[in-house]
């Protein structure tokens, strides 16, 4: 991957961190397939093992993806087929994020005398 791909709009990893995981995410929205999506993370996951692993390590820190998981998939995935199965881990987390999300939701303040303290 180039790294003007690298840097495009595309990229994932900063729209998750940023916290837009529901519009790349949600079936509602169809940015992209889930196919498609984990293809994206895979090549930028592939990219930052290359060029940037602490970059990477703190990107899964701020996704929360623990480190069991992460050294589950180092231990017994091929090095070839890492970065598609570290893709999934991140895809699988933001789907449980989403659920949890939803599952919890509160609806909005509408007393405005709570802003005045």
Request: no cysteine; aromatic share 8%.
């Amino acid at each position: 991957m180039s790294e003007k791909t690298f840097l495009h709009e595309d990229n994932i990893f900063s729209s998750l961190i940023l916290k837009n995981e529901k519009d790349i995410i949600s079936q509602k929205t169809n940015l992209y397939t889930e196919e498609e999506l984990l293809n994206l993370l895979s090549e930028q996951i592939q990219h930052l093992m290359v060029h940037d692993r602490e970059q990477l390590w703190s990107l899964f820190y701020r996704l929360d993806i623990t480190d069991e998981s992460l050294r589950f998939v180092l231990n017994n995935t091929p090095s070839e087929q890492q970065s598609i199965a570290l893709a999934k881990l991140v895809l699988e987390r933001q789907k449980k994020r989403m659920e949890t999300k939803q599952k919890y939701k509160q609806d909005p303040i509408e007393d405005e005398e709570w802003r005045s303290w």
